[in-house]
């Protein structure tokens, strides 16, 4: 049975304090793991799709990486704006179009 | 470029009452998808869209649950009766294609209360 497990559940960080969350996942054929920020009363917004085991992406003070096994997603220097409930996502097997959500991790970045 | 539109952003009913949400897609994406997001979890599809086609539908309770897209662009989602459990955010969503690589973008969802 394909699993998307997020950890931690919630983290609290002070502000410059860098930290990675982890999503780990168990699918039959991945094809693709997605990282979405959602604010409170949004909807989940992009941020990073990876595709292949040592590929990483960048933006501002994120960095998304992906193993055969799990995905980080690494918070340099935070600021208060950075936090919001990060969720990881995949599409796996074949012919699957569709995205298997993680329960996300609830970032609180403190000034 | 607009976004995803949602409407109503709120809604309190009842039980049994019925309910309908709509879903305006960004212009030009064909694929559209409802997913139900309940409290402290992480979105669950529940019906994606290929043009006016459903194609997949097997997370949708279908003995009260129902969407339409007419034309293939905006679509609607029905629940009729509603039940207590139902209340959650729903969430629509699109993007340019339903293959392996595409981006989805979320509107800002539903949040129905039911009493």
């Known amino acids: 049975e394909d699993q998307v497990t997020q950890s931690p559940e919630a983290l609290r960080l002070q502000e410059g304090e860098s930290s990675s969350l982890n999503c780990s996942y168990t699918?039959?054929?991945?094809?693709?793991l997605f990282w979405y920020r959602q604010d409170p009363g949004k909807g989940p917004e992009f941020l990073f799709t990876?595709?292949?085991a040592g590929e990483e992406k960048e933006k501002e003070r994120l960095k998304a990486t992906l193993t055969k096994k799990e995905s980080f997603l690494h918070i340099t220097a935070p600021k208060p704006e950075d936090s919001a409930t990060y969720l990881c996502?995949?599409?796996?097997?074949?012919?699957?179009?569709?995205?298997?959500f993680g329960t996300g991790t609830r970032l609180t970045v403190i000034p | 470029e607009a976004g995803v539109v949602q409407s109503p952003r709120y809604k309190i009913i009842e039980k049994k009452q019925p309910v309908a949400f709509w879903c305006n897609p960004i212009?030009?994406?064909?694929?559209l998808y409802w997913y139900r997001q309940n409290l402290g979890q992480g979105p669950e599809l529940l019906i994606r869209?290929?043009?006016?086609?459903?194609?997949?539908d097997s997370q949708l309770p279908k003995d009260r649950f129902s969407a339409e897209r007419l034309k293939g662009v905006d679509s609607t989602l029905k629940i009729q009766p509603a039940e207590l459990g139902d209340s959650a955010v729903y969430l629509c969503?699109?993007?340019?294609?339903?293959?392996?690589?595409?981006?989805?973008?979320f509107g800002p969802g539903t949040r129905l209360t039911v009493l």
């Open positions: 969503a699109s993007s340019t294609r339903g293959g392996s690589y595409n981006e989805q973008f």
């Open positions: 699918v039959s054929g991945l094809r693709g």
């Open positions: 990876l595709y292949s």
């Open positions: 996502a995949v599409q796996a097997g074949a012919g699957a179009n569709n995205l298997f």
């Open positions: 212009s030009g994406h064909n694929t």
């Open positions: 869209y290929e043009n006016e086609e459903a194609v997949d």
